[in-house]
């Protein structure tokens, strides 16, 4: 079994709102930075967000800053990342993946950090 597992894509038209959560099992998720990402068929992997392992440092990808959030709850081990405003562009697999930094109140998007990778979720916006 994969250490995260991904759960809430779906099918969403285009401005709606969609939110997919991430279920970490096997380690401690105070330890470990959790960022999301997503690739559409075709295109590089695109680094979306991530969240430091205490909580207090979250980044956002250019393109979707103001309209994404993201969350962590430690007692449940799942990370949410709720997703508004959604463009067609943005069908894709949405991945969440983990890494342990050497501060704990970091983390990055570049997509190599990452230790442990999730089996993905699609997400598709349309009409």
């Known amino acids: 079994q994969l250490p995260l597992v991904e759960s809430g894509g779906g099918l969403v038209q285009p401005g709606g709102s969609l939110r997919v959560s991430c279920v970490v099992s096997g380690f401690n998720l105070d330890d470990y930075a959790i960022g999301w990402f997503r690739q559409a068929p075709g295109k590089e992997r695109e680094g979306v967000s991530c969240?430091?392992?205490?909580?207090?440092?979250?980044v956002f990808g250019n393109s979707v800053k103001g309209r994404f959030l993201l969350s962590r709850d430690n007692a449940k081990n799942t990370v949410h990342l709720q997703m508004n405003s959604l463009e067609p562009k943005e069908t894709a697999v949405y991945y969440c993946?983990?890494?342990?930094?050497?501060?704990?109140?970091?983390?990055?998007?570049?997509?190599?950090?990452?230790?442990?990778w999730g089996q993905g979720t699609q997400v598709t916006v349309s009409s």
């Open positions: 969240i430091s392992p205490n909580g207090d440092f979250i």
């Open positions: 993946a983990a890494y342990r930094p050497f501060l704990r109140d970091t983390c990055t998007v570049r997509s190599g950090e990452y230790q442990y």
